[in-house]
């Protein structure tokens, strides 16, 4: 059974920082590649990052680049997001996703975080 947990979301003042952890298990996740993806109130889910199965390729939504960092630790099956700079408007629900991560079930059950002064 895939499962995906996450962990490190919270409250943050904007500019702060925070970090996320998805510890994977269930599936062959060094041979996966991962993304975050986050929902706000009453909006879509949208995709933030990917990283290939060695970690080699990383790529960002526009809205996060140069703050945002995905990494992973495949000895550890742990998908990591570093969260830096946050603006009120990175407040969602952020989820770790398998690919496809446009369907529902390969996601966790999500971390919220709140950016708010």
């Known amino acids: 059974e895939v499962q995906l947990v996450e962990s490190g979301g919270g409250l943050v003042q904007p500019g702060g920082s925070l970090r996320l952890s998805c510890a994977a298990s269930?599936?062959?996740?060094?041979?996966?590649?991962m993304n975050w993806v986050r929902q706000a109130p009453g909006k879509g889910v949208e995709w933030v990052s990917y990283i290939s199965s060695l970690g080699f390729i990383t790529r960002y939504a526009d809205s996060v680049k140069g703050r945002f960092t995905i990494s992973r630790d495949n000895a550890k099956n742990t998908l990591y997001l570093q969260l830096n700079n946050l603006k009120t408007e990175d407040t969602a629900m952020y989820f770790c996703?398998?690919?496809?991560?446009?369907?529902?079930?390969?996601r966790s059950q999500g971390t919220q975080v709140t950016v708010s002064s």
């Open positions: 269930g599936f062959a996740f060094s041979n996966s590649a």
């Open positions: 996703a398998k690919e496809p991560w446009t369907v529902a079930a390969t």
